[in-house]
């Protein structure tokens, strides 16, 4: 029997389908441009949302302006208030008391963590009643701090304080103690010292803790200030709020809202960057 031989050309084509098909195929890796684009993009549906369905309603005469006033009305009002230069003060005031209380917050809940996770009889012994102050009401106690310390700062300081402090020591105290036991054998075994045991293995994980826990802790403050403001104090965005409904003025009041929202965010992106800038070996990344 007589074997033809097939054309080297269809053997060549053969064998490059064979290998294109042993060969998966790889997507290209999207630029950092094209996932900053789209993830703004994603971001942006939910404003434009609440926007149409805002729109809408009001201008279907759907609900009261005492209740929900049109975004037309709201903008007037941020105008007439915001960029005349009407609650700068009070925004200063607010703008303040935030960060004072943050940063107060953060390190006592950093300090006030790290001994309760070395010392369990201090963990013991307070834990209980920093869980118990947690559940008072801040609206219900901030009265107290008025009447007691008068309408500046200080009320609202201890209030934003107290919010913020409790996500930071709550995280710092996990973070510290969530340690794996193999790594903690392993620095054992190469004669790692105490500190250098908390310098390149519990720092690191605490810090994985402690910075989600900014988010919340950041926001809390800002909360805890503005609620001291609405019960008394002379300038802040929550004075404007009481001050503002008491005249039935809607509009400034979902302005001073937009406001509370805009700063929330700016502060969520302070606390991103500082994350980002942070080295790798205190903050895993």
Excluded: C
């Amino acid at each position: 029997m007589t074997m033809t031989a097939e054309p080297k050309s269809t053997l060549d084509e053969t064998k490059r389908t064979r290998t294109r098909k042993s060969q998966p195929d790889v997507l290209p890796t999207p630029s950092r441009a094209g996932i900053a684009a789209k993830n703004l993009g994603l971001r942006l549906i939910v404003p434009a949302v609440v926007l149409l369905a805002w729109w809408y309603t009001t201008s279907n005469d759907m609900v009261s302006p005492l209740i929900v006033p049109a975004p037309g009305d709201v903008l007037d009002a941020l105008d007439s208030y915001l960029l005349s230069g009407t609650w700068n003060e009070d925004i200063l005031s607010s703008a303040r008391g935030t960060l004072w209380s943050f940063a107060i917050g953060l390190v006592l809940g950093v300090v006030g963590g790290s001994i309760m996770a070395f010392i369990a009889s201090v963990k013991t012994a307070v834990y209980p009643y920093i869980l118990a102050f947690q559940a008072f009401p801040k609206i219900a106690v901030a009265p107290l701090f008025v009447v007691w310390l008068g309408y500046g700062d200080a009320p609202k300081i201890i209030i934003g304080t107290s919010l913020a402090f409790f996500p930071v020591i709550s995280a710092t105290m996990a973070g510290l103690l969530d340690v794996d036991p193999d790594e903690h054998n392993l620095m054992r075994s190469i004669g790692a010292s105490k500190r250098q045991e908390l310098r390149h293995l519990r720092l690191p994980r605490a810090m994985s803790y402690v910075f989600p826990a900014l988010d919340i802790a950041v926001v809390g403050a800002l909360l805890g200030v503005i609620t001291a403001e609405i019960v008394g104090t002379e300038y802040g965005l929550g004075r404007v709020i009481t001050e503002r409904a008491a005249y039935g003025d809607s509009a400034a009041v979902y302005a001073v809202l937009i406001i509370l929202a805009v700063a929330g965010a700016i502060l969520h992106l302070a606390v991103s960057i500082l994350h980002r800038v942070m080295p790798r070996s205190i903050v895993p990344k």
